[in-house]
Every structure is written in C-alpha cells, then in structure tokens.
C-alpha cells in the first residue's frame, strides 16, 4: 500500500470555479503535511503548509486537514489557467526526516 | 532572502563516471534533503543531512552518497553513473525537517546520463 495517494487526473475544472485536490496517507503518525505544485520542467514550489486539524486559508488557496480520517486536501477558488500544473501532496511523519509524496495530481484549468 | 540555491542547473555525464551536485539552503535553515525526480518513480527521499550528520536515507544503492558542511551547504556524489539516473535532482531547505517546519526547494539539477 502507499503511503501517500493522489488521484493522478488529469482533472479538468472550468476557469472561475473551485478546483478540489485529495490526498490520504497511511501513517497514523504523519505529522506535517504540504502541497506544491509543479509546472512541468520546474521544480516544486510550496503552495500550503498544515499541521493542525481543520481549514488553513492562504488567499485563493485553502488546506484542510483531517487526521482522524487521514485525508489532506486542497482547494483553489477561483481557479485561473496559471493553476495548470502537477499538485503534489507530501507528508512529514513525526521525528522521520524526509518528504513522503504522492505520485501527484494534474490539474487543467480550461478557460 | 535568497532561496535555495544549486548547481549546476544542466549537466550530462557519460555512464561509469561520477558527479557531484550543491546545494545552499536558505540562510539560517541547518536541514538539507535530496530527492531524485523521474517521470516512472516521481519524487524519491534521498537523505536528509542536519548539522552535518545524516539523519535519514533512502532506499538507493551506495553509489548514491552526501555530505554537509559546517555552513550547512550540502554536497550529494553519485560515482558509476548509469543511464537510469538520469533524472532531476532536487534539495529541499529546512529549519528542521521533521519538526513541523516549512521545507522548500530549488531549482534543481537536470542529469542526463549517456
């Protein structure tokens, strides 16, 4: 089983609308947990960062956080075709330093 | 503040020789973790050096090998290259990996073995 599972897409969403990423994870004991995106030649670059339960908003951008049910996600209001990109989901477990990400998921914003 | 910082940006390597890569990571962050980038396997940890000790390792063979300096630039080497490591290599900069710290990445180096 892996770790870390994102649904690979392509997910097309209409420009204007909300464009809604998942991510579960297996250990119980993940302690931080990150999304980035990723244009295709580039690198990641961090989009939101959560460690508590419950919503984090960061303008278009929102994480939220559900330990008991182990699912991260992330949602982007407003979805603008610059969001067109790889959405990758990484956690961080408890006192094991390293990035466990999932295999990413494509996002198309159609305009 | 500068970002994470690496070099080279391109490079290509015949198979059996070595390369080495740098990173320097954000100014005050003593964390540097690596990670190999390919379209078949995405993003695989590396190893994750703190204070110039390897906290943490990957599952790849022994050709695959890093160090860090006291200023907490990091250093990774892989010696006998083959064609499969060709691939983007990334570094991620950290105040502390793994203690609920942001962790962000340059630019990363693009391999290409032949």
């Known amino acids: 089983q892996k770790e870390v599972e994102q649904n690979s897409g392509p997910l097309s969403v209409p420009e204007g609308a909300i464009a809604s990423l998942n991510c579960t994870y297996s250990d119980r004991g993940s302690q931080s947990f990150f999304w980035y995106r990723q244009y295709s030649g580039k690198s990641p670059e961090l989009i939101m960062f959560?460690?508590?339960?419950g919503d984090k908003e960061d303008g278009r951008f929102t994480a939220q956080l559900n330990k008991a049910s182990q699912y991260v996600s992330l949602l982007i209001r407003d979805s603008q075709p610059s969001d067109s990109a790889t959405y990758l989901c990484a956690v961080v477990d408890f006192g094991n330093e390293k990035l466990t990400f999932g295999t990413g998921t494509r996002l198309t914003i159609i305009p | 503040k500068a970002g994470v910082t690496q070099t080279p940006r391109y490079l290509i390597k015949t198979r059996g020789q070595q390369v080495t890569l740098s990173c320097s990571p954000i100014s005050g962050h003593r964390s540097v973790s690596w990670y190999q980038q390919t379209p078949g396997q995405g993003l695989q940890f590396l190893f994750e050096?703190?204070?110039?000790?390897?906290?943490n390792k990957g599952n790849f063979p022994g050709r695959f090998s890093g160090r860090q300096f006291s200023n907490s630039r990091s250093e990774m080497n892989v010696s006998t290259l083959e064609l499969g490591d060709s691939a983007l290599y990334l570094c991620?900069?950290?105040?502390?990996?793994?203690?609920?710290?942001?962790?962000?990445f340059g630019e990363g180096s693009w391999l290409t073995v032949v």
């Open positions: 050096y703190f204070s110039e000790t390897q906290r």
């Open positions: 991620a900069s950290s105040l502390d990996l793994g203690k609920g710290n942001t962790i962000y």
């Open positions: 959560i460690y508590s339960n």
